[in-house]
């Protein structure tokens, strides 16, 4: 008669070991390589974000010690006569006009059109610079402007 086989136990099956040993490995992957990564990661933002915070708050006390000095009556005086050219009532402002150098005439072949040359020729001729203003508004001649 022949004997009957008894099959192996499942947990002596070579197969299954190399299973449980792969399952085994993914679990730690999912609980300690995942997570640690994702820590490294969120620390390096926090970092980031810290170093931003830093310096937006550096910007922020800037444009306050900007404002403070933007309050002072000395200040928005600078500030209107340097960029808006205003004075105080009773003042008289005075425009310093650089001194003249003629233009010198653009050859033919520059591509210089001919009306554009014709301008430079009369400029040369006046001796006076074309668009320079030689009277204020009220009509009397601006120091320093070159006369008619």
Do not use: C
Not at 23 to 33: A, S
Not at 61 to 74: K, P
Not at 106 to 131: E, F, M, R, Y
């Amino acid at each position: 008669m022949a004997e009957a086989v008894t099959p192996e136990p499942l947990w002596r099956r070579p197969a299954l070991h190399l299973v449980l040993v792969f399952l085994g490995v993914v679990l730690l992957l999912f609980l300690f390589v995942f997570p640690t990564r994702t820590f490294l990661s969120q620390r390096r933002e926090t970092s980031s974000v810290r170093d931003q915070l830093h310096m937006l708050r550096q910007q922020n006390a800037n444009l306050q010690r900007e404002e403070q000095r933007l309050q002072s009556s000395d200040e928005i005086e600078r500030i209107a006569r340097d960029q808006y050219n205003l004075v105080k009532p009773g003042e008289k402002a005075y425009a310093i006009i650089p001194e003249y150098t003629p233009a010198t005439t653009a050859p033919a072949s520059s591509g210089v059109s001919g009306s554009t040359a014709a301008v430079l020729n009369a400029a040369d001729a006046n001796d006076a610079p074309v668009g320079v203003p030689t009277t204020s508004s009220s009509g009397t001649p601006l120091p320093g402007a070159p006369s008619p």
